[in-house]
């Protein structure tokens, strides 16, 4: 696959592309999609994810804010197609969804599909998000 761009941020990025053989994000022309992000502080590894949703669900955000830059995109004003991934779904995590969505994306909505599931990657992960976003080249 040639014509894709894979990308790594410092910290946690980088050690999963060794660990775990995949990457954090990829270009495909005008777009960029975006690995499921977790609540992990980058520079600190996995290993110290907080416990508390609402500090997840802001530290994933803030992930998937430096993914889409490290991809050489403007962030979450780019971003056209969020899913996330639940441990579990509740009322909390969706308010805590849409208070970053306000936040991060003031001035328009994405697309937005949101799962509980069982199990992340992690033992003590409750969140992940992916995204797609529109990033045209000049």
């Known amino acids: ?78 971003v056209y197609k969020v899913r996330s991934y639940h441990v579990p779904l509740n009322n909390e995590a969706n308010e805590a969804m849409v208070r970053n969505f306000k936040k991060w994306m003031p001035n328009h909505q994405p697309l937005f599909t949101c799962v509980g599931v069982q199990r992340l990657g992690e033992d003590d992960m409750r969140v992940e998000i992916e995204v797609e976003a529109y990033d045209p080249q000049p």
């Not at 014509?3 to 060794?18: A, F, I, R």
Request: hydrophobic share 30%.
């Open 1 to 78: 696959m040639s014509d894709l761009t894979y990308y790594n941020y410092p910290g946690v990025g980088e050690s999963n592309q060794k660990n775990f053989h995949y990457n954090q994000a990829v270009r495909i022309g005008d777009k960029i999609e975006c690995s499921g992000q977790g609540g992990w502080y980058p520079e600190k590894g996995v290993s110290e994810i907080p416990r508390e949703i609402n500090a997840q669900i802001d530290q994933a955000f803030r992930n998937v804010d430096l993914a889409l830059k490290t991809a050489g995109g403007k962030g979450w004003s780019q």
